[in-house]
């Protein structure tokens, strides 16, 4: 990090990070919205090649008690109430909606599968693509090995740090200029497992690259394991963005957008 005259500022990202960060967050945002869109057309994860009733390792649907329907998740044998939320939920107008996810999370609309699909496709190719410059980049510039790759000092104070997070206490003064062990775990472990295999699971989806070479998908278990994968994998990315943002929140939210807009962050004392 390069310090300023104003010894408390350093320039902690640079532009290629900063543009490529944004780029991320548009993708992510839209690549949710419309994968919950897809998900709805057939609200239910199975495991191998079968996705028949009874096969299913997850299901969000309804049950009628009386007159009306009550929404339900059921998970292996067991059946959770999700009324309200997940199931069934209120659109727009107020109206009571049976489906697994409410409209305020789909994108682009309450119910437009087909539109869902193309907008899923297109961020999804666009943030492969941006990935891939991004590896480049932490690659090329020493960002990866100098920035991300934990010193075996920070692999030995990884029991601390631990201890530290969860009790809110966060690194000041000079500790304060590198990320800490449990962040690039974090970084390192989203970038080389987690978001290859969501990409690598949503190529096996696809009939047309499944076709490219035949059998790779039964690596993964079948069709329908690569989607509860790919499912699976969007759940821990959410995980990591919400962890992420009340990061960015106990830890000083201007001062955190502003590096990300200007490049420029102070130094807690």
């Not at 980049?137 to 990884?158: M, Y």
Request: aromatic residues 10%; glycine residues 12%; hydrophobic residues 45%.
């Amino acid at each position: 990090m390069a310090t300023t005259p104003d010894s408390g500022l350093v320039y902690r990202h640079r532009l290629p990070v900063r543009v490529m960060h944004w780029i991320n967050v548009v993708c992510v945002v839209v690549l949710l919205g419309s994968g919950l869109q897809i998900f709805n057309a057939h609200p239910a994860l199975s495991w191998g090649d079968d996705s028949r009733p009874g096969a299913q390792v997850l299901e969000i649907g309804q049950r009628r008690e009386g007159n009306r329907a009550v929404g339900v998740t059921r998970i292996g044998g067991h059946e959770f109430v999700t009324d309200g939320v997940l199931g069934v939920s209120r659109g727009p107008d107020g109206a009571t909606m049976a489906r697994a996810f409410p409209s305020w999370a789909t994108i682009p609309g309450p119910q437009w599968l087909a539109m869902g699909r193309l907008w899923h496709f297109f961020f999804a190719w666009l943030f492969v693509l941006n990935g891939l410059c991004y590896l480049a980049w932490t690659i090329f510039s020493g960002h990866l090995r100098g920035d991300l790759v934990p010193t075996r000092r920070e692999w030995r104070g990884i029991g601390r740090s631990i201890v530290d997070h969860l009790r809110l206490r966060h690194p000041h003064g000079d500790e304060a200029r590198r990320y800490n062990v449990l962040q690039n775990i974090a970084y390192l472990g989203l970038v080389f497992i987690v978001l290859p295999l969501i990409v690598v699971c949503g190529w096996a989806m696809s009939p047309l690259l499944d076709g490219v070479g035949t059998g790779w998908v039964d690596w993964l278990g079948g069709r329908q394991s690569a989607r509860t994968l790919h499912f699976l994998g969007a759940l821990l990315l959410v995980a990591f963005v919400l962890v992420h943002l009340f990061e960015v929140v106990v830890t000083g939210l201007g001062n955190n957008i502003r590096s990300m807009l200007t490049g420029y962050w102070r130094v807690p004392e």
